[in-house]
T-cell receptor, first 112, second 114 residues
């Protein structure tokens, strides 16, 4: 079975802190994705990566950056957390050329 | 950009059939998906349908695709309380070559009453 894990299920941070959300997949997938999910807005794509050291902006990249130093790991970075970044963050991965994405359990981030 | 629309809520009684509807805009979509999200969890792939199919059945799940109207539906037969979840419709947006991404609807929250 495909396994996508995220470093924390729940996280509470303060405004201005630097926040790292980690995602690891064990299926040798080339593609990895970060989404945020908010009530009434569904899933919105923040960043994605098709390969190591590659990154592409999604629909809402402002306030976020990413890092993909190894194929299995994709990190989402909030350089200076703000209250409007309180959300559920979902990581996903897929094989190159395949459309099916496999999701992690999500990290619920609260920024106070 | 492409858009996927679905109603936000659906309530049914246990044992009834549930039908969750979705409309999409990209007529060139090759794959359309249904994902399920249980409370506090990530998204789980339920089923998908290729655009050259009209229907796909998998146990209690039936997916119907009307390409002319760009309408996708998910029917759950004999709905159980364990089916209570948010159901997301998604279409594949092709960027060129093998590159592309899934465009998700906002999700339909299905509530099953005993």
């Amino acid at each position: 079975d495909v396994k996508v894990t995220q470093s924390s299920r729940y996280l509470v941070k303060r405004t201005g802190e630097k926040v790292f959300l980690e995602c690891v997949q064990d299926m040798d997938h080339e593609n990895m994705f970060w989404y945020r999910q908010d009530p009434g807005l569904g899933l919105r794509l923040i960043y994605f990566s098709y390969d190591v050291k590659m990154k592409e902006k999604g629909d809402i990249p402002e306030g976020y950056s990413v890092s993909r130093e190894k194929k299995e790991r994709f990190s989402l970075i909030l350089e200076s957390a703000s209250t409007n970044q309180t959300s559920m963050y979902l990581c996903a991965s897929s094989f190159a050329g395949e459309h099916t994405q496999y999701f992690g359990p999500g990290t619920r981030l609260t920024v106070l | 950009g492409e858009d996927v629309e679905q109603s936000l809520f659906l309530s049914v009684r246990e044992g009834d059939s549930s039908v969750i509807n979705c409309t999409y805009t990209d007529s060139s979509s090759t794959y359309l998906y249904w994902y399920k999200q249980e409370p506090g969890a990530g998204l789980q792939l339920l089923t998908y349908i290729f655009s050259n199919m009209d229907m796909k059945q998998d146990q209690r799940l039936t997916v119907l695709l009307n390409k002319k109207d760009k309408h996708l539906s998910l029917r759950i037969a004999d709905t159980q309380t364990g089916d209570s979840a948010i159901y997301f419709c998604a279409e594949w947006e092709n960027y060129g070559g093998s590159q592309g991404n899934l465009i998700f609807g906002k999700g339909t929250k299905l509530s099953v009453k005993p």
